[in-house]
């Protein structure tokens, strides 16, 4: 069953775009800062607190906020449904041992029936909460790439990293060389095939043909 305590676990997820705390997260979490560093001669490097610039910005605080108003507002809902059907339950079982056995099997098919409404339209609100928290996460991600790479050319900064998770948010230089890699992994194959083709097999020898015997 789906209870506020459940719910209060879904709002934490809400720091991807946000802070729910508002007052006690922003004392402890520190505004995007980017550091500089030199990654080696001739390139620059600087880090950003990705989550901390979505965060901060005012379009991370208004989507911050309509989540977290929808949200109270699905907790209340059910908060409802959960009062009415403990209300419900214990309505019965006070007259319980009144009621005859058709009545009592009535009773409980429609508590059953209720009961799975209710966990149905608490998923129902799950689901719907993270589909909200996904879109804005991938807005604010665009929104954040797209003012990195502006800084970072106009600083003329060649890499830029997320300090948190280490991620290449921007960048100059070729970050991704697999294909090369993988090439020179076939290349070296082929050679080990050719090689291991050429070599002799291990104690292989040729006879030696006495005339003498063969004359005889």
């Keep these: 069953m789906m209870t506020k305590k459940n719910l209060g676990l879904v709002a934490v997820s809400l720091a991807l775009v946000g802070s729910l705390a508002a007052e006690q997260m922003q004392k402890n979490m520190q505004p995007a800062v980017c550091s500089h560093a030199k990654a080696k001669k001739d390139m620059t490097v600087e880090y950003v607190d990705a989550l901390a610039a979505m965060r901060e910005s005012d379009e991370g605080k208004r989507i911050t ?31 319980w041992s009144t009621m005859s056995e058709e009545a009592r099997e009535k009773t409980q098919r429609e508590m ?13 609100y799950e689901e719907e909460l993270q589909r909200e928290m996904q879109k804005a996460t991938e ?32 960048s100059v230089v070729d970050q991704e060389p697999t294909k090369k890699i993988t090439e020179l992994m076939n290349k070296n194959c082929k050679q080990s095939v050719v090689a291991e083709g050429n070599k002799k097999p291990a104690g292989t020898t040729i006879a030696k043909t006495d005339k003498k015997s063969m004359i005889s």
């Design 65 to 95: 906020s309509e989540i977290e108003a929808k949200r109270k507002k699905m907790a209340e809902e059910l908060q409802k449904i959960e009062k009415q059907l403990m209300q419900s339950a214990k309505a019965t079982q006070e007259k």
């Design 112 to 124: 059953a029936k209720a009961e799975r409404d209710y966990k149905m339209k608490a998923q129902e």
């Design 139 to 170: 807005k604010l991600s665009k929104e954040l790439d797209e003012a990195v790479a502006q800084y970072a050319q106009e600083s003329k900064i060649d890499v830029v990293i997320d300090r948190v998770t280490g991620r290449v948010v921007y």
